[in-house]
């Protein structure tokens, strides 16, 4: 090789070395400083959020646009999970040491320690299930409305066809109803596999198990009560004769949650157990037959709190460099009315004081949750009443063992024993 | 005995003949030249060949130390650890994630269907990639076409052909619609697991047999045609043809591909999660989608860890066994 050539290739390998130390140096963490201990005044906000078939990366966009020209140095980046979700996402960027600034999601109490404390102001304390978001004593998250689970969505026709006049108040007629509808041709309870099976069954416990022992979940990490002993067996009872009669669909575990409700909304299945969050997909499918809603009828038939919790939760990474910037974008999300308002409206969820124009199934879940005694925190809780990490997914492989043949008594064992290994 | 007294200056029988040695001049010490100042111009060379490796290996070596070795010491040191991702001080547990691992249900129903899945995977894409560049192995107007359509699945993302066969096999799929409309019941392809394992083999299979068929090409153009020719001139039939000279010839071949598919099928991942997701009842997890659910669900990230480095050791030895294994037929080609 002569002199020159080598020289030449020694040089070009030293460039392309300081050229890619200066791309990663350039890309470590993304964060600009926004000068002292953060104003408002530049800042470039990365937002780690959820995405959903109406959560979309354009709705976000929409969202904080309103912001970005009231603050003009401040640039918001919505940033949609690259892992199975926030959580996942949210765990590997901070391995990787480049979090975000703000996050919006369903996260465990584990995390806080890398949050924020959000300020004891009253508008944070206005925001739904702060409270009850509390570990330690810290508020960590604001979401911008109240998302309410366990209300089963059922096709009019379908009950009319089936002579269905009374809505089901308690578990036994509510299964009395679904024979009723498979007599009558349809598929009675549409669930699928995915993480379906078993957010299903938690919605028909939850309004059973908390309502007496709101703090179920606190309880449970301490050791006091188990699943085994509590109302979640009969629940599991329950769903098992379902599976055994046919209720559900057999290929239930082939399905998934898009096919669940492609088969509602095509009129084939009668009933749809699931969260607010369907109405907007309700509302604009085009169907042949009106969707009803009623609240998960529960064991002995006494009114049931509606089991809730925040939509669209926001918190602030302590890593922030932008923490004051930051502050002011989760305000804004949780506080502005357009804001607050759009954030309500694509999922159908509620808060007091931010009316929007509902539709007629919207309406009927307002007068739910309005006709409820209580509400009470669903899914695996919130703050420090709540499940430990993985606990959803490993309640709904154990659930979807009952179509496997499980008995009720060995997937409440199992969930015991996963449960007390795992308790915080 | 004839030839057991070699010849002065002859080779005896059994000595192999080696390159020959550079000519020296008469009391000429090593490593000196012959010319002037030699010993400075060959340590100049020297100097300038190891510059040289040196900067040509940089960065192969510093990309391999960051993406491959870090990784790898830093997923070992995590192991011993009961990190959950999240805090910044992990604590060491000892050996107690790797006695966990041994008695942990889900680990042993993963090992059993990731070993089914690379077992028959293996097999089914060797045998596929074999017999179809056998027959691909001529030249035609569509044998080029051919290649590329049976190369193509390999190149399409394995997520999008997760979801891709599930919109295929799905209970509410195109085989069961099919069937429904020919008044057949639909097949329970994903929602029965023995099923479902047997749907994720074949998918796995038509993902990866492409580049089977790709490097038994290659292996069977370097056959020397002459040999073919040699033999069935001899009468060989084409069956003793392929018998007797393709199929020990393909020797590195078949090393190579057995190693690359039993490599990638331990650690199947995407298509499980875009097919199945692990279900029903986790019934369908491999052992990489259980570590990655185990360290970013559960945030058992020092127990993900454990796993992943038992990973590691059990495809580094069975990938070094069937190296060692094919080694002999290797040989036979090369002699």
């Known amino acids: 090789m002569k002199p020159l050539r080598r020289r030449s290739l020694i040089t070009g390998c030293v460039a392309l070395t300081a050229l890619a130390l200066a791309g990663c140096s350039g890309s470590a963490g993304g964060f600009q400083e926004s000068g002292g201990s953060g104003s408002a005044t530049s800042a470039d906000l990365r937002l780690l959020v959820n995405i959903t078939p109406v959560l979309t990366k354009e709705f976000y966009r929409n969202l904080v646009a309103p912001f970005e020209k009231a603050h003009p140095g401040v ?14 996402t949210l765990q590997q960027q901070l391995a990787a040491g480049s979090p975000p600034d703000l996050v919006s999601g369903s996260l465990s109490a584990e995390i806080v320690p890398q949050l924020s404390p959000l300020p004891e102001e009253q508008w944070v304390k206005d925001t739904p299930y702060a409270e009850q978001s509390r570990v330690g004593g810290t508020m960590w998250q604001a979401g911008s409305g109240n998302q309410v689970q366990s209300i089963v969505f059922y096709n009019k026709s379908a009950f009319a066809k089936a002579g269905i006049t009374d809505m089901p108040k308690t578990m036994n007629e509510l299964t009395e109803d679904l024979v009723r509808l498979k007599d009558a041709g349809y598929v009675p309870a549409q669930t699928a596999g995915e993480w379906v099976t078993g957010a299903q069954v938690q919605m028909m416990a939850n309004p059973n198990v908390l309502d007496t022992a709101p703090d179920w979940f606190n309880r449970r990490n301490k050791g006091e009560v188990d699943f085994a002993r509590s109302d979640w067996s009969k629940v599991l009872e329950v769903y098992q004769s379902w599976i055994e009669r046919k209720l559900t669909p057999p290929d239930a575990m082939g399905l998934k949650y898009q096919d669940a409700i492609d088969q509602f909304l095509a009129g084939k299945s009668a009933t749809f157990i699931m969260g607010s969050w369907f109405v907007p997909t309700a509302d604009e499918a085009k169907k042949s037959f009106d969707v009803g809603v009623f609240a998960m009828p529960t064991l002995d038939g006494s009114p049931a709190p509606v089991s809730g ?52 199934l919207n309406q009927a879940v307002g007068e739910i949750v309005s006709a409820s005694a209580a509400t009470v925190v669903a899914s695996s809780g919130q703050g420090d009443n709540s499940a430990p990490t993985g606990f959803n997914d490993e309640l709904n492989k154990q659930v979807q063992g009952l179509y496997l043949g499980k008995t009720p008594k060995d997937v409440l064992a199992s969930i015991d024993s996963w449960y007390t290994s795992n308790a915080r | 005995m004839p030839g057991s007294t070699p010849a002065p200056g002859g080779v005896r029988a059994g000595d192999r003949p080696g390159p020959a040695r550079e000519a020296r001049p008469a009391g000429a010490a090593p490593g000196s030249g012959t010319g002037g100042r030699p010993s400075t111009g060959r340590g100049r060379a020297r100097l300038s060949a190891f510059v040289s490796q040196t900067v040509l290996l940089a960065p192969a070596t510093v990309l391999i130390s960051v993406f491959m070795l870090l990784p790898i010491a830093l997923a070992a040191y995590l192991s011993f650890t009961d990190w959950n991702g999240l805090t910044p001080d992990p604590r060491r547990v000892g050996w107690a994630n790797y006695a966990r691992l041994l008695q942990d249900a889900d680990v042993g129903h993963a090992a059993v269907v990731t070993l089914v899945v690379t077992l028959v995977g293996t097999v089914a894409c060797n045998a596929a990639g074999l017999a179809l560049a056998v027959l691909l192995n001529r030249s035609g107007r569509l044998t080029g076409l051919l290649r590329a359509v049976v190369f193509y699945p390999y190149v399409i993302g394995p997520i999008i052909i997760g979801f891709l066969w599930s919109a295929i096999l799905g209970a509410n799929g195109a085989i069961a619609g099919l069937l429904t409309s020919a008044g057949h019941s639909p097949l329970p392809f994903l929602s029965d697991p023995t099923w479902a394992v047997g749907s994720i083999v074949a998918v796995v299979v038509w993902s990866q047999f492409g580049v089977n068929v790709v490097l038994y090409l290659a292996g069977l153009q370097t056959i020397p045609v002459s040999l073919v020719e040699a033999a069935r001139m001899d009468g060989a039939t084409r069956w003793q043809v392929f018998r007797s000279v393709t199929w020990p010839m393909l020797a590195p071949s078949v090393t190579v591909n057995l190693v690359l598919v039993l490599v990638g099928l331990l650690r199947v991942y995407e298509i499980v999660l875009a097919l199945t997701g692990g279900g029903p009842a986790g019934r369908t997890s491999t052992f990489a989608f259980l570590i990655l659910s185990e360290s970013f669900r559960t945030n058992h990230l020092g ?9 590691t050791v059990v495809i580094g030895a069975l990938a070094l066994a069937i190296t060692a294994l094919r080694r002999r037929a290797e040989q036979a080609v090369s002699a």
């Open chain 2, 303 to 311: 127990y993900g860890a454990a796993q992943a480095m038992t990973l």
């Open chain 1, 75 to 88: 640039k918001v980046s919505i940033e949609a999970p690259t892992a199975s979700d926030v959580s996942a």
């Open chain 1, 309 to 360: 919790g925040p939509s669209i939760p926001w918190s602030i990474l302590k890593s922030s460099k932008n923490q004051s910037a930051a502050l002011d974008l989760l305000k804004y999300l949780v506080t502005d009315k357009t804001a607050v308002v759009a954030e309500l409206k694509a999922e159908g969820n509620f808060r007091k004081g931010f009316d929007y124009p509902a539709s007629p």
